[in-house]
């Protein structure tokens, strides 16, 4: 088995871009469709591999992937390990972890009825089965299943789902191979009508994700399975939320601990009683004692912030803002007069 020079295939250079390896393809794929060439017995093994070269440099993990693979080929190369056929380049000894088997890289390529074994040694065995319907013992001790790819999104939530936990439901972009042309893009001698000479479809998924009560800023909440496809029998890779807490107008968490204001009235905090203060779940009774400065804090313990991995809450820190009374009336004006004199005659 020969190491293949995808770049070569499409005629672009290693630094191309996305759309220079479309135009590279689409201008290709008009030129060498089997339709266009009845006459060539050569057009369907040349589109083919045009199709495969394509299928690896769109898609930026495969490519990566190539692309590190290509220069260790060229490394084993140079090195001329014990088993690699020099005379004609044959290299499968160290692709497959085998030994020779007598069979031409060509009837190997023709058994799978898919990609060739250099694509298969890479990616695995991506589009499943052989011509005859079942996997060749040769692709099975080969190929090894790997995981897909995981995906990361954003998640912002309010600071209340965050203390309760919640549901969300949202829709995610999965890309999928074009059922129509069967991922080559073309149709006859114009571009797929459904993919628009892609190959690949792109469609919405709408899935549903449980957020625990006690999440923060920056936790991360996992999504098993709902990732890209594996290959080769591999799992899926994960959906990883990522998440973050809106502002909220009332209280502020600190540690896991909430901060709250509460606002209590000038009779109160010099004669002391209760004021109302919000949880995050119902309004409770804060006493106040007499005399109670403006600014002072206060701590209700448990009623704080709840946590992930226990089941102890924070507290809930009170700041008081002590409010003065406005539109004072005729009466109320003489007694405050008559209390700073008294104050007044003390000093």
Same mark, same amino acid.
Request: neutral net charge; glycine residues 10%.
């Given at each position: ?73 060229? *490394? ?9 056929? %020099?005379? =004609? &380049?044959? +290299? $499968? #000894?160290? @692709?497959?972890?085998? *030994? ?9 390529? %023709?058994? =799978? &009825?898919? +990609? $060739? #074994?250099? @694509? ?228």
């Amino acid at each position: 088995m020969q190491f293949k020079d995808y770049y070569e295939t499409l005629g672009v250079q290693r630094d191309a871009d996305e759309k220079a390896i479309k135009s590279a393809y689409r201008k290709k794929a008009r030129q060498l469709h089997p339709d266009v060439n009845k006459t060539d017995p050569s057009a369907e093994e040349r589109f083919k591999e045009l199709n495969e070269a394509y299928e690896v440099l769109k898609d930026p993990e495969k490519r990566s992937r190539y692309d590190q693979f290509g220069a260790d080929w060229e *490394r084993y190369r140079q090195a001329e390990p014990a088993g690699a056929n %020099q005379s =004609t &380049g044959d +290299f $499968s #000894d160290w @692709f497959s972890g085998s *030994r020779g088997n007598g069979r031409d890289s060509r009837r190997q390529e %023709q058994e =799978t &009825g898919g +990609f $060739s #074994d250099f @694509f298969d040694t890479l990616f695995g065995d991506t589009f499943g089965k052989t011509s005859t319907g079942r996997t060749s013992s040769r692709r099975r001790a080969r190929q090894q299943p790997q995981r897909g790819q995981d995906h990361e999104y954003p998640l912002e939530i309010s600071l209340h789902e965050a203390y309760a936990g919640t549901t969300r439901r949202f829709d995610i972009q999965i890309q999928e191979r074009c059922e129509t042309c069967q991922g080559t893009g073309l149709q006859g001698n114009n571009f797929c009508p459904v993919c628009g000479g892609d190959g690949t479809i792109r469609r919405t998924k709408t899935i549903e994700v449980k957020v625990p009560a006690g999440v923060r800023t920056g936790s991360k909440v996992r999504v098993a399975g709902q990732g890209a496809p594996g290959l080769a029998g591999g799992p899926n890779g994960d959906i990883y939320l990522n998440v973050s807490i809106k502002h909220d107008a009332r209280f502020e968490l600190v540690g896991n601990n909430l901060r709250v204001e509460a606002a209590v009235p000038l009779y109160t905090a010099i004669l002391g009683g209760e004021v109302r203060v919000p949880t995050m779940e119902s309004p409770v009774e804060l006493r106040i004692p007499q005399g109670t400065q403006n600014g002072q804090t206060f701590r209700l313990r448990g009623k704080g912030m709840t946590s992930v991995n226990s089941s102890e809450r924070g507290d809930l820190l009170v700041k008081v803002s002590v409010r003065l009374p406005t539109d004072l009336s005729e009466h109320e004006r003489a007694l405050f007069e008559e209390l700073r004199e008294s104050r007044t005659a003390k000093v």
